[in-house]
């Protein structure tokens, strides 16, 4: 899904650390009030930049109108691609032309901070108590430094998806899984054992991460070491030496995309693939009874720590209606939303109190259990970018060890220029 795709737009976040200073002045945020949206003055409308997917755009077209109809407030909505949106802030919003709510993974959170695009949230102590019935985990993933900036709509991760027409069961360990590539793999029929996005480093974070690969080190507090990167380990190479023999032995096409992945499984033509459950819906319309969903293969007896992600609405910096603004980003995602949102796009909510009675589902928070959430320091921003270069360098035949010493190279001086060094 190209939401997922992470390769970041990074022209204007590369200088979020430098240009931090340069965002609006901001008073000093609170955490309570007893008075929110009571003070502030009606808006005609407010603007929300919804991820430009067709569930979630079928899903807040109905869940807005019941705003409009409880408040009298006119919501637009703008399809955006998640991604894209925070370089089209930076560009749109002091200009007068952004939204007043805007959509994003928690790796962001860090830079939309910096950069003085996101407003730090002012809540209510009705709001406040909101934010407990919330996963605790969700909530911390779109806090920066202690300051609350997103309100969760999901938080998900990926999981083996398979044939059942293919494979009776699906693959458990890596050698399960080399067997099926073995067994199913037919390039001239153009059918596959196994794909994946192989050149996407949020779902070959796994493999790195198998053998001791880290993006940045962690102290015993949670806090980030960003001089000390660990995705050239020995650990990491080993990793992604398992991929560059995907490719060279032709069991993973080095043109890989999502599309032709996702087209190809649709088809029958794939047992099995790595994906979200961002494409449950589309999966199981086009399988069936067929569609199978496990956690993600062992290494090693070893279960795999894939990445986790949590999506949620921030209110924009430049916005004039604030207080609506977080009124309608806890509206969005109360209770009664909350559910019909998972009914329409499959995500995985960010709410225990939504109803996920789905066999399916079920899998993806199994694999859940295993997940790592995506550093949110701005820094990540640095990494997508040079991974995916250094995997379709591998996926050439440029040796792994050589390819990710470059990539840790690039991240490296890219994370000093955003420093001013």
């Known amino acids: 899904m190209k939401k997922h795709t992470f390769l970041l737009c990074t022209s204007v976040a590369a200088l979020s650390l430098v240009l931090s200073a340069c965002g609006p002045d901001r008073d000093e945020a609170t955490t309570s009030k007893e008075t929110n949206k009571g003070d502030a003055t009606k808006p005609d409308s407010l603007t929300i930049w919804v991820d430009d997917e067709e ?36 560009l749109d919003a002091p200009a007068g032309n952004g939204p007043d709510l805007f959509f994003l993974p928690n790796d962001r ?45 999901a938080s998900e991760t990926y999981a083996l998806y398979y044939n059942k027409a293919m494979i009776a069961d699906a693959p458990k360990t890596l050698e399960d899984l080399n067997t099926v590539i073995e067994k199913h793999t037919n390039t001239a029929a153009d059918t596959y054992g196994f794909l994946m996005e192989a050149t996407n480093f949020y779902y070959l974070y796994p493999l790195l991460a198998a053998d001791g690969g880290y993006v940045f080190n962690q102290d015993d507090t949670g806090l980030y070491d960003t001089d000390d990167i660990g995705l050239n ?33 649709n088809d029958g033509k794939v ?53 609506w603004a977080t009124e309608l980003a806890f509206f ?4 009664e939303n909350a559910n019909h949102f998972f009914d329409v796009t499959k995500q995985s909510p ?15 928070a199994e694999q859940a ?42 991240i490296e001086k890219e994370i000093e220029l955003s420093r001013g060094q």
Do not use: C
């Open 369 to 410: 259990a295993h997940a790592v959430p995506m550093p949110n320091i701005p820094e990540m921003s640095r990494v997508w970018e040079p991974m995916e270069n250094a995997f379709k360098f591998i996926a050439e035949g440029t040796e792994p060890k050589e390819a990710l010493d470059d990539a840790v190279g690039q």
């Open 332 to 335: 969005l995602t109360n209770e």
């Open 55 to 90: 569930s979630q755009l079928k899903a807040y077209k109905e869940i807005t109108e019941r705003f409009t109809d409880e408040t009298g407030i006119d919501i637009k909505i703008t399809p955006f691609e998640m991604l894209e949106q925070v370089d089209a802030l930076s």
């Open 350 to 364: 960010a709410r225990p109190d939504v109803d996920v009675n789905d066999a399916h589902q079920a899998s993806f």
């Open 109 to 153: 959170t860090g830079d939309v901070s910096l950069q003085g695009l996101a407003k730090e949230l002012t809540l209510t102590d009705e709001q406040q108590k909101a934010l407990e019935d919330y996963h605790e985990g969700a909530v911390t993933a779109l806090n920066y430094e202690g300051t609350q900036l997103g309100i969760p709509v």
């Open 233 to 265: 380990n020995e650990g990491a190479v080993k990793g992604a030496t398992i991929v560059y023999d995907w490719f060279n032995d032709g069991a993973i096409p080095r043109s890989i995309n999502e599309d032709v992945m996702k087209g190809l499984f």
């Open 271 to 323: 047992a099995s693939i790595i994906s979200g459950p961002w494409n449950l819906g589309e999966f199981s319309d086009a399988l069936g009874d067929d569609l199978g969903v496990a956690p993600l293969p062992t290494i090693d007896g070893n279960p795999l720590s894939s990445f986790s992600s949590v999506k949620g609405w921030f209110v924009s910096e430049y916005s004039e209606h604030a207080d």
